[in-house]
C-alpha cells in the first residue's frame, strides 16, 4: 500500500492510517487491522481496492483457520498432485461442475464439502471416489487417473522436510495463511544473497531479511510469502526452524555455502553466497514488489543494525522473554518499516 496517495475530494495529501476493529462474517466476529487514507486538508477519509481487499483477506483468513476451511493454494496443490483438471475433480468429488474451480479462485466451501475434500488427502479414499465415478468419467479417463493413484508412493524423504522446515505445516496465523514452500524460501534467500551486500550476508541478517520480507508482505495483502513461521529470539526474530533450514540449503540442496568475509580489515564474519541462480517466477507480481523493496531498504545494512531494528518491533519486544512464535495477524500490520 502507499503510505500517501492523492485525496479525491481536495487533490491535496492523503496518508495511510489504520485502526483496530471487529467485523462480522456469517454471523462470526472478526478482530482486523482496517486501513484507510485520511486527507491532511479536507479530513475526508477513504478506502482503495487495495485497502477493501486487504480487509476481506483478514476476515478470510480467520474465518478458514477457526472453521478449519482449506485455503485456494491446499485445493491447488491437492488437484495438482493427482493430476488433474479442476472440472474433474469437481465430478469425482460430486460437486457442481464449476465449484471446485471456484474454491481455487477463493470461493468458501461448506463445512461439508471441505470435510469431503479432505477426505480426499488420502490416495486410498480418494482412488474410491474414482471408481465411483467410473461412469461419468467415461472409461479412457478413469483408467489414465486409476493408474496414475497407484504409481503414487509417499515420499519419506519429502515428508521428512516438510515435518522438519517449519514449526507448522498448514494455513494459519503462524504461516500468514500460506502453505509453508520451501521452493519459494530456497529463491527468496537466493535472491537476498544476489542482490545484497556480501560482506553482511551472514545468518543474522538473513534471517532478518526472510522475516521483514514475510511480514511486509502480510501488511500489505494479507499473506505471507514463504509460509514460515518465526520465533522471537534473543537477536530478533527468526525462522522457527532456521537451523535445519540453513543446513538443509548448505548440506542437502547446495544452494548456498559459507564463506568467510575480512570486515574493517580485522574481523571476520561467516557469511553465505549463493550456488545457484535465483528463479523469481515462483512468485507473484506482489510478492515481487515486496521482495524488492526488503532488499532495495537493507542491501547495504549491517547485520548488527538490523537486529537492532527488529528489537523495535512490538512483536519481539512483547514475546522475545517467551520465545514465542509470531502472529502474522497480531504483529504484522504493526511493523516499523514502510510506514
Given at each position: 500500500?502507499?503510505?500517501?496517495?492523492?485525496?479525491?475530494?481536495?487533490?491535496?495529501?492523503?496518508?495511510?492510517?489504520?485502526?483496530?476493529?471487529?467485523?462480522?462474517?456469517?454471523?462470526?466476529?472478526?478482530?482486523?487491522?482496517?486501513?484507510?487514507?485520511?486527507c491532511e486538508s479536507c479530513g475526508e477519509e477513504f478506502t482503495t481496492k487495495e485497502t477493501d481487499t486487504l480487509v476481506i483477506n483478514q476476515i478470510y483468513n480467520q474465518y478458514r483457520e477457526k472453521n478449519e476451511l482449506p485455503f485456494p493454494e491446499e485445493l491447488i496443490q491437492l488437484r495438482e498432485k493427482y493430476k488433474i483438471?479442476?472440472?474433474?475433480?469437481?465430478?469425482?468429488?460430486?460437486?457442481?461442475?464449476?465449484?471446485?474451480?471456484?474454491?481455487?479462485?477463493?470461493?468458501?466451501?461448506?463445512t461439508a464439502n471441505a470435510k469431503l475434500i479432505s477426505s480426499a488427502k488420502n490416495i486410498e479414499m480418494f482412488s474410491s471416489y474414482i471408481s465411483q465415478s467410473k461412469e461419468i468419467l467415461g472409461e479412457l479417463a478413469y483408467m489414465k487417473i486409476a493408474k496414475y493413484l497407484k504409481s503414487l508412493v509417499p515420499s519419506k524423504?519429502?515428508?521428512?522436510?516438510?515435518?522438519?522446515?517449519?514449526?507448522?505445516?498448514?494455513?494459519?496465523?503462524?504461516?500468514?495463511?500460506?502453505?509453508?514452500?520451501?521452493?519459494?524460501?530456497?529463491?527468496?534467500?537466493?535472491?537476498?544473497?544476489?542482490?545484497?551486500?556480501?560482506?553482511?550476508?551472514?545468518?543474522?541478517?538473513?534471517?532478518?531479511?526472510?522475516?521483514?520480507?514475510?511480514?511486509?508482505?502480510?501488511?500489505?495483502?494479507?499473506?505471507?510469502?514463504?509460509?514460515?513461521?518465526?520465533?522471537?529470539?534473543?537477536?530478533?526474530?527468526?525462522?522457527?526452524?532456521?537451523?535445519?533450514?540453513?543446513?538443509?540449503?548448505?548440506?542437502?540442496?547446495?544452494?548456498?555455502?559459507?564463506?568467510?568475509?575480512?570486515?574493517?580489515?580485522?574481523?571476520?564474519?561467516?557469511?553465505?553466497?549463493?550456488?545457484?541462480?535465483?528463479?523469481?517466477?515462483?512468485?507473484?507480481?506482489?510478492?515481487?514488489?515486496?521482495?524488492?523493496?526488503?532488499?532495495?531498504?537493507?542491501?547495504?545494512?549491517?547485520?548488527?543494525?538490523?537486529?537492532?531494528?527488529?528489537?523495535?518491533?512490538?512483536?519481539?519486544?512483547?514475546?522475545?522473554?517467551?520465545?514465542?512464535?509470531?502472529?502474522?495477524?497480531?504483529?504484522?500490520?504493526?511493523?516499523?518499516?514502510?510506514?
Amino acid at each position: 500500500m502507499e503510505v500517501n496517495r492523492d485525496c479525491p475530494f481536495c487533490d491535496e495529501k492523503a496518508v495511510i492510517k489504520s485502526k483496530i476493529v471487529e467485523k462480522k462474517f456469517k454471523k462470526e466476529t472478526f478482530q482486523i487491522s482496517e486501513f484507510f487514507y485520511k486527507c491532511e486538508s479536507c479530513g475526508e477519509e477513504f478506502t482503495t481496492k487495495e485497502t477493501d481487499t486487504l480487509v476481506i483477506n483478514q476476515i478470510y483468513n480467520q474465518y478458514r483457520e477457526k472453521n478449519e476451511l482449506p485455503f485456494p493454494e491446499e485445493l491447488i496443490q491437492l488437484r495438482e498432485k493427482y493430476k488433474i483438471s479442476a472440472q474433474k475433480m469437481s465430478v469425482i468429488l460430486g460437486l457442481g461442475i464449476n465449484t471446485y474451480s471456484n474454491y481455487e479462485k477463493g470461493e468458501i466451501p461448506s463445512t461439508a464439502n471441505a470435510k469431503l475434500i479432505s477426505s480426499a488427502k488420502n490416495i486410498e479414499m480418494f482412488s474410491s471416489y474414482i471408481s465411483q465415478s467410473k461412469e461419468i468419467l467415461g472409461e479412457l479417463a478413469y483408467m489414465k487417473i486409476a493408474k496414475y493413484l497407484k504409481s503414487l508412493v509417499p515420499s519419506k524423504e519429502e515428508d521428512n522436510l516438510l515435518c522438519n522446515f517449519n514449526w507448522h505445516s498448514g494455513p494459519n496465523r503462524y504461516t500468514g495463511y500460506t502453505v509453508p514452500s520451501p521452493e519459494k524460501a530456497t529463491n527468496l534467500l537466493l535472491y537476498i544473497l544476489s542482490n545484497c551486500n556480501p560482506e553482511f550476508n551472514d545468518k543474522l541478517k538473513l534471517n532478518k531479511m526472510l522475516f521483514y520480507t514475510d511480514f511486509l508482505n502480510y501488511k500489505t495483502t494479507g499473506r505471507s510469502i514463504s509460509g514460515i513461521s518465526y520465533r522471537a529470539i534473543s537477536y530478533g526474530p527468526v525462522p522457527s526452524n532456521y537451523d535445519f533450514i540453513f543446513a538443509h540449503f548448505i548440506e542437502k540442496e547446495e544452494i548456498i555455502e559459507p564463506v568467510f568475509c575480512k570486515i574493517n580489515n580485522s574481523t571476520v564474519n561467516e557469511c553465505y553466497r549463493p550456488l545457484k541462480d535465483f528463479d523469481l517466477s515462483v512468485f507473484n507480481a506482489e510478492e515481487l514488489s515486496t521482495i524488492k523493496r526488503v532488499v532495495e531498504l537493507f542491501r547495504n545494512t549491517p547485520s548488527w543494525d538490523l537486529v537492532e531494528l527488529s528489537h523495535k518491533e512490538r512483536a519481539w519486544v512483547e514475546l522475545n522473554k517467551t520465545k514465542s512464535i509470531i502472529s502474522y495477524q497480531d504483529y504484522a500490520f504493526d511493523l516499523s518499516i514502510d510506514k
